[in-house]
């Protein structure tokens, strides 16, 4: 035996798994699970815990609510004693098989209690006995680990601990830890929630750490649907895209790391620099073709962003340049929305939204991103959304039916060809748009080239 998993928290509070050399455990409900888990908010097949190259790692196998190592989610992970593995409502602790029982009978009783600490040697595939001197000779030092969580829930219970800390304003965050990021200030709100500046104390530089309100966490579904997008964003890397480095859960905070960019958002850049609202057409298809970029990438991972609004674009330094942020309503392709009516959509996205979107489909396909995109490409060019009503009925009635006015109405120096394709990404019917988004990249490409412009 190399390790046992030893349940902390959860419906069966005490029950134990052994983990082995060469034989992967799969935690989760279904009765075929090697280490099954009688905790309705786990997948039938939630995680596998196995041993390579010496090491103890846990892989998250696509589950609806996700795998966390220390509270923080996680597709794979080496692991150490000590840690945690949260699964639904379930907390496993990974300890070492030679390590006494440290359970106490009234653990996940209401008079609660804490655990004794235990200790957290380097995990390897062998277990030499130990020294039965009282005096044991001196041991080599532990091979370096990779970087992992931060370890907010240990064997002593200390992640209940550490999140009942956790003030349940959101304005009183600054000086806070969540997981390893030291909250510094405020930044920005969110419908969702709040930005602020906080400190990566592991890896050592500044990032921007998104909270969301504490009523976020009380809804299961939106949780389940956060915990899906962070696992899509987690791996995106892209000169266009603002990269997640963590997310995870801290009541009664739902929260992700993200990159710190050096800038504005989309809705001040153009303040600052646009005239009526609108931005000068060289400006506007030189930020279109970067924004096409990040969103094809996204499209090439197989993710559907749902999220196109001037303040979910980031654009960074003196060039300009806008970067795709804000993954809380990333899909996987042709992933059916459980109960879209649940899912409202913004009102800060509404101006933006594809007809499809407005009739609440289940299933919707990158051509929907693309309507967004050319949505806010007409913003960016007129100073005004394509479609927009006194009242919300009337604002979804001109997305489903109205033809959006030509674009050159507003500032007669547009190119045709870029009007063209801004009007091609706005048609009604998903079929007679562009029908991926190199498509669309390669024709704004082709007007930059063919008014003698370079980026």
């Not at 090491?55 to 589950?63: G, K, P, R």
């Not at 655990?115 to 390897?124: F, G, K, L, N, Q």
């Not at 400190?199 to 530089?205: V, W």
Request: net charge positive.
């Amino acid at each position: 035996m190399i390790a046992k998993l030893v349940v902390i928290a959860g419906p069966e509070v005490g029950k134990t798994f052994e983990v082995v050399p060469n034989v992967p455990m799969v935690i989760g409900r279904s009765r075929e699970a090697d280490g099954r888990v009688n905790d309705p908010r786990v997948s039938p097949f939630h995680c596998r815990v196995e041993v390579r190259n010496g090491q103890l790692f846990a892989v998250d196998l696509d589950s609806a609510t996700g795998t966390a190592v220390n509270n923080v989610f996680v597709l794979e992970y080496t692991l150490q004693f000590g840690d945690t593995i949260g699964v639904g409502d379930t907390i496993l602790l990974v300890q070492d098989p030679d390590a006494a029982e440290v359970i106490p009978a009234h653990i996940g009783s209401k008079t609660g209690g804490r655990m004794p600490t235990v200790p957290r040697p380097a995990m390897t595939t062998s277990a030499a006995p130990r020294p039965a001197a009282p005096a044991p000779a001196p041991q080599p030092a532990p091979k370096p680990q990779p970087p992992r969580p931060t370890p907010a829930a240990s064997a002593s219970g200390t992640h209940e601990k550490l999140q009942s800390k956790l003030p349940e304003r959101l304005e009183q965050l600054p000086g806070q830890v969540i997981s390893n990021y030291q909250i510094e200030k405020l930044i920005a709100r969110a419908r969702s929630g709040a930005i602020f500046r906080a400190f990566d104390q592991k890896a050592n530089r500044p990032v921007a750490l998104k909270v969301m309100h504490p009523s976020f966490t009380s809804d299961e579904k939106a949780v389940e649907r956060f915990t899906k997008a962070m696992k899509l964003a987690l791996p995106l890397r892209h000169p266009n895209v603002v990269s997640v480095y963590g997310a995870g859960k801290a009541r009664p905070y739902c929260w992700f790391a993200m990159e710190l960019v050096n800038g504005d958002s989309l809705t001040t850049t153009i303040r600052h620099v646009g005239v009526a609202g609108s931005l000068d057409w060289r400006r506007a298809l030189r930020m279109s073709i970067y924004l096409a970029r990040g969103l094809n990438y996204l499209h090439e991972q197989k993710v559907i962003y749902r999220n196109i609004g001037p303040q979910n674009i980031l654009v960074e330094g003196e060039a300009k340049i806008p970067r795709l942020s804000d993954f809380v309503r990333a899909r996987p392709f042709f992933d059916p929305v459980e109960d879209a009516k649940a899912e409202e959509l913004p009102d800060s996205l509404l101006l933006y939204a594809s007809p499809e979107q407005t009739r609440e489909e289940l299933e919707l396909d990158y051509r929907s991103d693309i309507f967004n995109l050319g949505s806010l490409i007409y913003q960016l060019m007129t100073g005004r959304p394509p479609f927009e009503g006194g009242s919300l009925a009337e604002t979804i009635t001109k997305i489903r039916r109205e033809k959006p006015e030509n674009p050159k109405k507003y500032q007669l120096a547009i190119p045709e060809a870029f009007q063209g394709i801004v009007l091609q990404m706005l048609a009604k019917r998903a079929e007679d748009r562009y029908q991926n988004v190199s498509e669309v990249l390669t024709d704004l490409e082709k007007a930059l080239k063919y008014q003698g412009m370079t980026l």
